[in-house]
T-cell receptor, first 112, second 112 residues
Framework: QQQVKQSPQSLIVQKGGIPIINCAYENTAFDYFPWYQQFPGKGPALLIAIRPDVSEKKEGRFTISFNKSAKQFSLHIMDSQPGDSATYFCAASPNTGNQFYFGTGTSLTVIP | DVKVTQSSRYLVKRTGEKVFLECVQDMDHENMFWYRQDPGLGLRLIYFSYDVKMKEKGDIPEGYSVSREKKERFSLILESASTNQTSMYLC???????????FGSGTRLTVV
């Protein structure tokens, strides 16, 4: 079964909008939650990551919000640009190793 | 710049053929992984390796095997290719003390 559930499957926003991608998990052993960005023809690249001891992390225009009690985390992209158009994957890893479980991906399109 | 190199970008093979997908990393990473990526299913772990000659099954190992004779090289083997193995295959590596993968660009395999 899918260990990390991601939504929506696709998202279209206008330039400058704030797309939000959500992920949920059940396994309380997960202790590291990265987001990966994938452009067509490329492998995924690490974008930003968070641990459960903080509720929010910002890196540039990208913010992760983390709700430990709800077992949910989300990616917000501020002032989105057409160059942000890509597929985004959330992931989670247990504290026993660095095997990752990935969400099903969100295809983001930012319209100029 | 660190790199994970997958030997082929596109590959077309016939049903029943034995297929080798090669992955080489130049970062001296201990950990290497093979994922397959399918629309709507995200990334699913096939096999991984924490050291030379070591291998562990992931979530979907059936129909696949792996080989790691040298630290920098991790090969995925399809013993008898089938059409349901048509997919994008992604190799990744990571050091043991850090979270986060470096992915290769992927091999799109079509089995006809």
């Amino acid at each position: 079964q899918q260990q990390v559930k991601q939504s929506p499957q696709s998202l279209i926003v206008q330039k400058g909008g704030i797309p939000i991608i959500n992920c949920a998990y059940e396994n309380t052993a997960f202790d590291y939650f990265p987001w990966y960005q994938q452009f067509p023809g490329k492998g995924p690249a690490l974008l930003i990551a968070i641990r459960p001891d903080v509720s929010e992390k910002k890196e540039g225009r990208f913010t992760i919000s983390f709700n430990k009690s709800a077992k949910q985390f989300s990616l917000h992209i501020m002032d989105s640009q057409p160059g942000d158009s890509a597929t985004y994957f959330c992931a989670a890893s247990p504290n026993t190793g660095n095997q990752f479980y990935f969400g099903t991906g969100t295809s983001l399109t930012v319209i100029p | 710049d660190v790199k994970v190199t997958q030997s082929s970008r596109y590959l077309v093979k016939r049903t029943g053929e034995k297929v080798f997908l090669e992955c080489v990393q130049d970062m001296d990473h201990e950990n290497m992984f093979w994922y397959r990526q399918d629309p709507g299913l995200g990334l699913r772990l096939i096999y991984f390796s924490y050291d030379v000659k070591m291998k562990e099954k992931g979530d979907i190992p059936e129909g696949y095997s792996v080989s790691r004779e040298k630290k920098e090289r991790f090969s995925l083997i399809l013993e008898s290719a089938s059409t349901n193995q048509t997919s994008m295959y992604l190799c990744a590596s990571s050091p043991p003390w850090e979270y986060g993968y470096t992915f290769g660009s992927g091999t799109r395999l079509t089995v006809v």
